[in-house]
């Protein structure tokens, strides 16, 4: 076979010692049906020679049975082994194939395109270093290309091939290749994609696989195989956060007691300090123990038996890490699911979570959104279905220690397990808890030492007394545009100019100060009102009326503001303005930008609103003008005997 050392035929072991010393590039075909990912993999290892004379024997002999190329060598044959495959000329499973050149060894993942294997597809990504998505020419751009795109880009694939194949049934056309990679850079600005190469090719054919193509001069870049050879992916490994989780102690005799494991990051030296979590003792490395002997040093990722100086209590699922470089210790995360199981995801079941080699029981607690792969808008789900994507928030009965996906793929990705039936029937990868992500503290814990609330020497009563009015929140909630700040200004003036003690909270002013750390997603927006209804609560406990001028899109949301304020205290009133009128009173560009993709998460658009289902006043704004809404708001307050 081509791209050998001549060692193989002179010294044996000086090649096997060499093979042994190449850096290994692990990399997946995908895309959508027929394209051509079999074809392109069985053509590189046709024009590299690197398929065996039997292999080759028998794809020649099963080209002519199959008949899928009028007889000529089917190299599709090379990666579908499956006899439905061969049959109806599609990839079902997930293909592997090893292969070595001079310069490196491979693991090709041959994924299938169909929908309905997009689990099969994650499988065979997850662990991949390269991706090479193929986009027919005649087709361009289609739905499953831009779905294998996004689950490349969760899965945190940095290095990207778009291969434009079967440029031979468009005539080598230049200007179409430059049409594809125009639509697709352009989705793929929205996704984390680092580096992306695009190369024409004709897999058929051969042109761009292994030699340069005699057929397109225009394209300048080189082959295929020359991308492979040469892709930097050295920095890609993560050599700077220890990460060991125990997988084995290994206790052969009473003199020796050793921790086995796979390094999943980092670097361990002989006589370094380690920490073991959870329980946080330390000690040192006495010894790095392989099947070849004792070494000073070992990295990721390594599958080395650690001894250790002292006898501390470390067993299967802990993790040694390095005292100043330890991950986050939790119970709940969140992270993006893809859902493998025909059965929906159920939030509040419980299933067995797999993470590295620790077992948990835990439960999907809250399913924040569910991701539209081809448009990448976010919309509420409650579930996910079979090859669905979403975000959700997992809590465990027992604590993790776990790092962001981005930062290590080991330690930041689990899998979900049905306790019943013992499948896999979820794969997830844990998120960065960034300024933007945070927990739902409706129901949290006060972290203060005692739960008594402290009361002022001035009582309700009294505040009555002094203002003339009962203290209430009024909730104004509705579309962007519907009039919600308006209405809420002119309430106000008109209270205030009657002498009443009355205050005004918009979500915008939030944003500007106690809420700047937050972003526009179900929870944010969440956390967001959580935040306005106890700054209202506080307000009302002064004797003022609080009036909210919030969005507010969901009616759970909306019911936990009411309880924190308190029942007898909170007004809700709905602005129910046609979307169609909001639009148009849109000045600021918010719709448009919504429709476009730059705002995710944007109620009425890429997000859902919930209209209350029992407010205590809805206002038809389309209809009414801003001086008969306030009067209407009026009124229901005397009638509250809110003021007199």
Avoid at 460 to 466: K, P
Avoid at 470 to 479: A, N, Q, R, Y
Wanted: negative net charge; proline residues 4%.
């Amino acid at each position: 076979m081509s791209h050998q050392s001549e060692l193989i035929s002179t010294d044996i072991e000086a090649y096997l010692a060499q093979h042994e010393r190449k850096e290994l590039l692990r990399f997946m075909t995908c895309g959508s049906v027929d394209d051509g990912k079999s074809t392109l993999i069985g053509r590189l290892l046709y024009d590299a020679n690197l398929l065996y004379d039997d292999k080759l024997k028998a794809i020649e002999k099963d080209s002519v049975k199959h008949g899928t190329t009028g007889g000529k060598l089917d190299f599709a044959l090379a990666t579908d082994g499956l006899m439905d495959e061969r049959q109806q000329g599609i990839t079902i499973d997930v293909a592997y194939l090893y292969f070595s050149t001079a310069k490196r060894k491979y693991i090709i993942a041959d994924t299938p395109g169909h929908e309905q294997y997009t689990r099969n597809m994650a499988t065979g990504a997850s662990t991949c270093d390269l991706a090479i998505i193929l986009i027919d020419a005649r087709q361009g751009v289609l739905a499953q290309t831009k779905r294998h795109s996004f689950i490349v880009s969760l899965l945190g694939i940095k290095h990207i091939i778009v291969a434009v194949n079967k440029m031979d049934l468009v005539d080598f056309s230049e200007e179409r290749f430059e049409e594809i990679k125009a639509d697709y850079t352009g989705f793929a600005a929205r996704l984390d994609l680092p580096d992306v190469q695009f190369i024409p090719v004709s897999a058929l054919l051969g042109d761009n696989i292994v030699h340069a193509s005699a057929n397109m001069p225009w394209y300048q870049g080189g082959p295929l195989m020359n991308h492979l050879e040469t892709v930097h992916i050295a920095s890609d490994r993560n050599l700077i956060d220890f990460r060991y989780p125990v997988q084995y102690v290994n206790r052969p005799n009473l003199n020796f007691r050793g921790f086995c494991g796979t390094i999943a990051s980092g670097i361990i030296r002989q006589g370094s300090e380690i920490m073991a979590l959870p329980s946080r003792k330390t000690s040192r490395v006495k010894a790095i123990v392989t099947h070849e002997g004792d070494i000073d040093e070992a990295f990721a990722p390594l599958s080395v038996t650690l001894t250790l100086e002292d006898e501390i209590d470390v067993s299967r699922g802990d993790m040694l890490v390095h005292p100043g470089n330890v991950p986050r210790v939790d119970q709940t995360f969140d992270a993006m699911m893809v859902w493998m199981g025909e059965e929906p995801l159920v939030p509040g079941k419980p299933y067995t979570i797999k993470h590295t080699t620790k077992l948990a029981t835990g439960s999907v607690t809250t399913l924040r959104y569910r991701v539209d792969v081809n448009t990448l808008h976010r919309s509420a789900a409650p579930t996910l279905n079979l090859n669905e994507i979403g975000r959700c928030q997992v809590t465990l009965n027992q604590p993790i220690c776990f790092d962001a996906y981005k930062r290590n793929r080991t330690t930041g990705a689990f899998i979900i397990i049905d306790r019943l039936t013992n499948r896999t029937v979820g794969a997830g990868m844990i998120l960065d808890q960034e300024p933007g992500d945070t927990k739902d503290y409706w129901e949290a814990t006060p972290r203060t030492i005692t739960q008594e609330e402290v009361h002022g020497a001035v009582s309700d009563a009294d505040r009555q007394a002094r203002f003339g009015q009962t203290p209430v929140t009024i909730l104004l909630t509705g579309l962007t545009g519907s009039g919600k700040t308006t209405i809420a200004q002119a309430v106000e003036r008109r209270l205030f100019d009657e002498g009443r003690a009355v205050t005004l909270l918009d979500g915008h002013n939030l944003r500007l100060g106690i809420s700047r750390d937050l972003g526009f997603t179900v929870a944010d927006r969440s956390e967001n009102l959580r935040r306005a209804a106890e700054v209202a609560r506080l307000m009302n406990q002064a004797g003022l009326i609080a009036i909210c001028a919030f969005v507010a899109p969901l009616e759970e949301t909306r019911q936990k503001a009411r309880h924190t304020i308190g029942g007898e205290r909170f007004i809700e009133v709905y602005l129910s303005a046609p979307i169609e009128v909001c639009r148009e009173r849109d000045t600021d560009g918010m719709y448009p930008r919504a429709d476009a993709g730059e705002l995710q998460s944007f109620p009425g658009v890429s997000a859902p609103f919930e209209p209350p289902t029992s407010p205590d006043l809805t206002l038809a704004t389309d209809e009414m003008a801003v001086g008969e809404c306030v009067e209407r708001i009026v009124k229901l307050l005397r009638e509250r005997r809110v003021i007199g």
